[in-house]
């Protein structure tokens, strides 16, 4: 079965780098689009990156365009989110994700990580 576990989130300040891991397990990633979401406090869960297993393209969204690099190891089975120059908007819960009919404009993910917590705070 599909299985995501994403670690790596903490606490930050400011202008602080984080690196989120998702490990992935029970489907071909090569056929899958794999992504990151977050869950801002109040707000409705928003696609934040992602990237294509077959060929390796990369999509985000404006708000974290040129701080957030999304990348794929696949020898892990691993996806990261690399973000950098971070902001208190940045807090939130982040997650991975994916499904077979998952898209680069963030539609159709059908399965989810359980979240890690990414809090940016002086």
């Known amino acids: 079965q599909v299985q995501l576990v994403e670690s790596g989130g903490g606490l930050v300040q400011p202008g602080g780098s984080l690196r989120l891991s998702c490990a992935y397990s029970?489907?071909?990633?090569?056929?899958?689009?794999l992504g990151w979401f977050r869950q801002r406090p109040g707000k409705e869960r928003e696609g934040v990156s992602c990237i294509k297993g077959s060929d390796g393209s990369t999509n985000y969204a404006d708000a974290v365009k040129g701080r957030f690099t999304i990348s794929r190891d696949k020898a892990k089975n691993t996806v990261y989110l690399q973000i950098n120059s971070l902001k208190p908007e940045d807090t939130a819960v982040y997650y991975c994700?994916?499904?077979?009919?998952?898209?680069?404009?963030?539609?159709?993910?059908?399965?989810w990580g359980q979240g890690t917590q990414v809090t940016v705070s002086s």
């Open positions: 029970g489907f071909t990633p090569d056929f899958y689009v």
């Open positions: 994700a994916t499904g077979p009919r998952a898209t680069m404009t963030f539609t159709s993910f059908d399965y």
